[in-house]
């Protein structure tokens, strides 16, 4: 261990630096540890050596038993519902109920298919779970794998310590925000006429949750209600927030 302050060498397990009182962090290297050399940005592996790069303190090769949601690949089951666009009145109210029941109905689902497959010992799924945690190492070859399997002996080959990173949709330059369709209330007098203009609106977003739910985040038309993702949206389909960042490690996050 080295402090990333002063570079003072510390005693393993140190918490703080004995030379410079600052706290320990494990920050990611400025050089690589075999051929020495510098790193550019964020890099995963080294372009000279192929080496590959590890935070200060951590290491690839763990001795003993590893934990699936210690890693980095470890994508944990999760629920769509609590992100969605909140507010708006009962014809709202009740498609969240909807999805958040929706919701429920997958998670049995899936978790009644999770017991066939570790019976027969299949490694992945078919498809990628959503109300189910999966390993995402082979992700990028759409293989989901089954952690239960994949790790049943706690001796994963493709184990890494999780380094605490995550991603949110609103702070990236990607993040095109919502409109307030309500907007075209303001000012009008609180009558019969602004009564029904608001339960259509509430109509309008309702359909809008179910639709875009429905289509895994996907829209032919601009969302209204909810955020979408300039990254992932075309000129002809529209990719709303939050389906393509649901556990948070969107690769093409790109901070404000």
């Not at 909140?86 to 498609?95: F, I, Y």
């Amino acid at each position: 261990m080295v402090c990333t302050y002063c570079q003072t060498r510390l005693p393993e397990g140190s918490k703080f630096c004995h030379e410079c009182g600052k706290a320990y962090h494990a920050l990611s290297p400025t050089h690589c540890k075999n051929c020495r050399t510098p790193f550019e940005g964020d890099e995963k592996f080294c372009g000279n050596c192929g080496t590959e790069v590890l935070a200060e303190g951590s290491s690839s090769s763990v001795s003993g038993p590893v934990e699936c949601y210690d890693c980095r690949h470890f994508r944990p089951s999760t629920s769509v519902c609590p992100r969605l666009p909140r507010g708006g009145g009962t014809h709202v109210q009740k498609e969240l109920l909807n999805i958040s029941n929706d919701e429920k109905k997958q998670q049995i689902a899936e978790a009644k298919q999770k017991v066939a497959l570790i019976k027969i010992n299949q490694k992945a799924w078919g498809f990628r779970p959503v109300m189910s945690d999966f390993c995402a190492a082979k992700s990028q070859e759409e293989t989901f794998e089954i952690c239960e399997v994949k790790n049943r002996a706690k001796d994963c080959l493709d184990f890494h310590l999780k380094q605490g990173k995550v991603v949110d949709c609103q702070y990236c330059n990607n993040h095109v925000r919502a409109g307030n369709p309500f907007s075209i209330l303001d000012g009008l007098p609180n009558n019969e006429i602004h009564t029904k203009m608001l339960e259509s609106l509430d109509a309008e977003w309702a359909v809008e949750l179910s639709r875009i739910y429905h289509n895994k985040g996907k829209s032919r038309t601009r969302p209204r209600w909810h955020a979408h993702c300039r990254y992932h949206s075309t000129a002809d389909e529209y990719v709303a927030l939050p389906y393509p960042n649901v556990h948070k490690d969107c690769a093409y996050f790109d901070p404000e």
